[in-house]
């Protein structure tokens, strides 16, 4: 039986509500969060929103709603700049979290357990319930500081971006109450780092989720049939996967390359037959591929084109997923939001690492609409372990990116107004 306590520490608040001496109000605010199963396939989304009523009004923020289909609501609160006419500053989470494999799991993944080292496991200690209760934990010690900040905070909260096609800021970001809230720059979530410096995200590869269709010439499972699906199958699997090998080695054998600098191509459904001794008519392969922008999507699907040429004859592919913005946020340090954030990083003694984001984000959709968009979530000295089995964050990384945000935000909000505003 899985534990329902801390671990042998006894370190703050195992059970629902208790809050041990030790434990700073930040960490049970976190660990409360993590307890809400906001979990695919059917995330608890009303419990998100009752709790989020309460921070806001906690801060003293007003908090609007936004329903994008039933269900599926967008959550916005908003800290007023003294000058609000200039654009504003958004600091997006979402508040949904991938399934979990319970028995792959040390402790409950939704106890949020913390162990002897302070470490907090739960689903969602990095992706990104500790990003979001960072963001109002910073909010929270601003307001009671008595800062003013001239451009305009938002804090948002949106659902389902752990689902195919992320269709909750897809949807969002059309729609006018998005429009309305005149936003200049934003902040969305990143990935640990098991080093010392901090991951910074200013673009993504292009998810393109694909099924490619072999039709072929059915018989007796005895026979040597011609033409068979399976054949062509096997012809388009190879030319898919040796590209794979030659991205791989690519990434391998380069010092200056990351993940986010390649192409991935994963192999991950096989369909066909319907028994030990009918040869199929038909058989499909799918492909999770991720395009980093340096790569001509054009001639890339010319290239998926000739593959199935080259497989057989009748072969087709359809796409489940096909994302083709492109769009990278600028980090040259003529650009103002960029240099800000940088200048406020070294400030703290932090040294950034710039990549392009391997998987999505919420980000390619906001980046879609021109506007600038880093991904960030402070957490260093952590392995990765977004959809991952034990998922933790300790919780000393967590109040160190608080006290980051706490810099960030109104160093942010403070940048001078730009050309075109009042």
Same mark, same amino acid.
């Given at each position: 039986?899985?534990?329902?306590k801390?671990?042998?520490?006894?370190?703050?608040?195992?059970?629902?509500?208790r809050?041990?001496?030790?434990?700073?109000?930040?960490?049970?605010?976190?660990?409360?969060?993590?307890?809400?199963?906001?979990?695919?396939?059917?995330?608890?989304?009303?419990?998100?929103?009752?709790?989020?009523?309460?921070?806001?009004?906690?801060?003293?923020?007003?908090?609007?709603? /936004?329903?994008?289909?039933?269900?599926?609501?967008?959550?916005?609160?908003?800290?007023?700049?003294?000058?609000?006419?200039?654009?504003? /500053?958004?600091?997006?989470?979402?508040?949904?979290?991938?399934?979990?494999?319970?028995?792959?799991?040390?402790?409950?993944?939704?106890?949020?357990?913390?162990?002897?080292?302070?470490?907090?496991?739960?689903?969602?200690?990095?992706?990104?319930?500790?990003?979001?209760?960072?963001?109002?934990?910073?909010?929270?010690?601003?307001?009671?500081?008595?800062?003013?900040? @001239?451009?305009?905070?938002?804090?948002?909260?949106?659902?389902?971006?752990?689902?195919?096609g992320?269709?909750?800021?897809?949807?969002?970001?059309?729609?006018?109450e998005?429009?309305?809230?005149?936003?200049?720059?934003?902040?969305?979530?990143?990935?640990?780092?098991?080093?010392?410096?901090?991951?910074?995200?200013?673009?993504?590869?292009?998810?393109?989720?694909?099924?490619?269709?072999?039709?072929?010439?059915?018989?007796?499972?005895?026979?040597?049939?011609?033409?068979?699906?399976?054949?062509?199958?096997?012809?388009v699997?190879?030319?898919?996967?040796?590209?794979?090998?030659?991205?791989?080695?690519?990434?391998?054998?380069?010092?200056?390359?990351?993940?986010?600098?390649?192409?991935?191509?994963?192999?991950?459904? /096989?369909?066909?037959?319907?028994?030990?001794?009918?040869?199929?008519?038909?058989?499909?392969?799918?492909?999770?591929?991720? +395009?980093?922008?340096?790569?001509?999507?054009?001639?890339?699907?010319?290239?998926?084109?000739?593959?199935?040429?080259?497989?057989?004859?009748?072969?087709?592919?359809e796409?489940?997923?096909?994302?083709?913005?492109?769009?990278?946020?600028?980090?040259?340090?003529?650009?103002p939001?960029?240099?800000?954030?940088?200048?406020?990083?070294?400030?703290?003694?932090?040294?950034?690492?710039?990549?392009?984001?391997? @998987?999505?984000?919420?980000?390619?959709? +906001?980046?879609?609409?021109?506007?600038?968009?880093?991904?960030?979530s402070?957490?260093?000295?952590?392995?990765?372990?977004?959809?991952?089995?034990?998922?933790?964050?300790?919780?000393?990384?967590?109040?160190?990116?608080?006290?980051?945000?706490?810099?960030?935000?109104?160093?942010?909000?403070?940048?001078?107004?730009?050309?075109?505003?009042?």
């Amino acid at each position: 039986m899985l534990p329902e306590k801390d671990g042998p520490s006894g370190m703050g608040g195992g059970g629902q509500g208790r809050v041990g001496p030790a434990e700073h109000p930040s960490v049970t605010l976190f660990r409360e969060y993590l307890r809400l199963k906001t979990v695919h396939p059917e995330p608890d989304y009303d419990s998100a929103l009752r709790f989020l009523d309460r921070m806001a009004l906690e801060l003293g923020l007003p908090m609007k709603k /936004v329903e994008m289909c039933p269900g599926r609501t967008v959550a916005i609160m908003t800290w007023t700049g003294t000058n609000p006419a200039l654009k504003s /500053v958004l600091l997006n989470s979402h508040t949904d979290v991938v399934p979990v494999f319970q028995e792959s799991w040390k402790y409950d993944a939704f106890a949020a357990i913390k162990d002897a080292e302070g470490n907090i496991y739960g689903r969602g200690a990095q992706d990104m319930k500790s990003v979001t209760i960072q963001y109002i934990e910073a909010i929270r010690t601003l307001k009671a500081e008595g800062r003013k900040l @001239a451009r305009t905070v938002h804090l948002m909260f949106v659902p389902d971006e752990e689902v195919g096609g992320h269709k909750g800021m897809e949807m969002f970001v059309k729609h006018p109450e998005f429009q309305a809230l005149n936003i200049g720059f934003a902040l969305d979530e990143g990935l640990a780092n098991p080093g010392e410096s901090f991951t910074v995200f200013y673009g993504e590869r292009c998810p393109w989720w694909i099924t490619v269709r072999c039709p072929g010439s059915p018989g007796h499972g005895s026979r040597f049939v011609e033409n068979t699906a399976a054949e062509k199958l096997r012809n388009v699997i190879n030319s898919f996967l040796d590209f794979r090998e030659k991205e791989k080695k690519r990434l391998n054998t380069s010092e200056c390359l990351t993940l986010g600098d390649v192409t991935t191509i994963n192999m991950t459904m /096989v369909k066909g037959g319907v028994a030990y001794n009918v040869i199929p008519a038909e058989m499909d392969v799918s492909f999770d591929m991720r +395009i980093p922008p340096t790569v001509n999507l054009q001639e890339f699907e010319y290239q998926i084109q000739r593959w199935c040429k080259e497989a057989g004859e009748g072969i087709t592919y359809e796409f489940a997923q096909k994302h083709e913005n492109q769009d990278v946020t600028s980090t040259a340090d003529s650009d103002p939001w960029w240099n800000t954030f940088s200048t406020t990083c070294k400030t703290m003694n932090m040294s950034l690492q710039k990549e392009i984001f391997p @998987a999505a984000t919420d980000s390619r959709f +906001i980046r879609a609409v021109g506007l600038p968009a880093i991904g960030f979530s402070p957490m260093n000295h952590t392995p990765i372990l977004l959809h991952d089995h034990n998922e933790f964050l300790n919780e000393q990384i967590f109040l160190r990116g608080i006290q980051v945000y706490q810099e960030l935000v109104p160093a942010l909000a403070s940048v001078p107004p730009l050309p075109g505003e009042s």
